[in-house]
């Protein structure tokens, strides 16, 4: 485990879970996949800070009885700050997962998973300047006011130091993605009583539809008209909540982000010429989250709206390295020893993207 800072970057309170996944004939199982929605926002978190950097990003992880060796390898190689919470009275929270004909995937726990809240947080995982909560509504208010009263609660400890002490101070970032399940208009005004508290709401297309009760085809090019008129519904409809965005992830659509006063769409980074590196989605809108918090204390000088169109970008190109393999991308290092993911830097990733944002500005003003 990674040397603790006294401040850290990103914090996610989503679980880890070790995933069983079943696919159609002739394709055999796999079994012990890295899985679960806390892991994937920690590689794309995990992606944009390299170490020392790295022990900025953090997490827990319930380590049963049956926790596999090489997985605790490969997570004490990222060198992030991982409390690994032992709980040798049970097995490590499981998961069933099927590939269904039409390429849906189905889900379900094998055992009784084990949450996580505000108590289980370090002291220095206390101090994050993001956080991610993957949750129901009531959940999300709860870990909220609960993480905000245990910082309030460490500053005024008089053996916290004066630099935790100000970090502590500061109002940090939350970004909340629902859970799928609740999803649905009968849900939609406790995701409003949520979406007071957060800075930022993040459901996945099909999410979006079904708590707002509208249908979207996705085999068509989107109708932004109406992705921003709905946004902009959920927004207003909020008290006090100018300060909040809607970021909807839209798979090989991009992303949508609506403030107040603002929205714009992102593409994909996977589209026509490497779509063909896409082989599992899974994971990939958690890891686009843990990237976009990066990305948006990356930038605290800009404004608001700058700094949520920066985070887009990380966010675009963090999902890019989760969608090409199942489970998560290998992690290598170059002859002079910068770090590899699926044989490319995330730099070299980054800049390209850019690069295919202004083609497509450009021909978008020749049009």
């Known amino acids: ?23 159609q004939p002739p394709r055999e199982p796999d079994f012990d996949v890295m899985g679960g929605g806390g892991l994937y926002a920690i590689l794309g978190a995990r992606l944009f800070r390299p170490p020392p950097a790295s022990s900025k990003v953090g997490w827990v992880v319930h ?17 992030t700050d991982c409390l690994f919470i032992q709980t040798p009275e049970r097995p490590t929270t499981r998961a069933y997962n099927r590939y269904e ?22 002291p220095a995982q206390l101090t994050s300047r993001t956080y991610h909560l993957l949750c129901s509504p009531d959940r999300c208010i709860d870990l909220v006011r609960g993480i905000t009263n245990r910082r309030k609660g460490l500053a005024r400890n008089p053996q916290t130091d004066d630099e ?14 629902p859970m799928p399940d609740l999803c649905r208009p009968a849900e939609l005004q406790k995701c409003l009583d949520a979406l007071e508290h957060v800075d930022v709401m993040s459901p996945n297309l099909d999410e979006f ?7 979207i085809d996705p085999s068509v090019p989107a109708d932004w008209e109406l992705m921003r008129q709905k946004c902009m519904e959920l927004l207003e409809s909020v008290v006090g909540g ?16 609506a403030q107040r006063d603002r929205d714009f769409h992102l593409p994909a980074y996977h589209v026509q010429d490497t779509s063909h590196q896409v082989v599992d989605p899974t994971g990939g809108g958690n890891t686009f989250l843990g990237a976009f918090c990066i990305g948006f204390v990356q930038t605290p000088d800009a404004s608001r709206a700058e700094r949520f169109e920066e985070a887009a970008r990380y966010g675009t190109v963090a999902a890019s390295f989760a969608i090409e393999q199942v489970g998560v991308p290998i992690l290598t ?31 978008a003003r020749r049009q």
């Open 101 to 122: 004909p039409n390429g849906h995937r189905t889900f379900r726990y094998s055992n009784e998973k084990v949450r996580i809240n505000e108590d289980s947080l370090t």
């Open 63 to 79: 380590q049963g009885h049956d926790f596999p060796p090489q997985i605790k390898q490969r997570i004490v190689s990222w060198n």
């Open 333 to 363: 290092h170059s002859a002079v020893g910068k770090e590899l993911w699926n044989n490319v830097t995330v730099k070299q990733r980054f800049d390209e993207y850019g690069k295919k944002l202004a083609e497509k500005s450009g021909l």
């Open 209 to 215: 539809c079904s708590l707002l009760g509208i249908s």
């Open 164 to 177: 935790m002490v100000k970090a502590l101070m500061e109002d940090p970032v939350f970004v909340w993605e």
């Open 1 to 23: 485990m990674a040397t603790q800072q006294s401040t850290m970057d990103f914090v996610t309170l989503a679980m880890f879970i070790i995933d069983e996944i079943h696919y």
């Open 242 to 257: 100018s300060k909040a965005a809607v970021v909807v992830r839209m798979g090989a659509e991009g992303c949508f982000v």
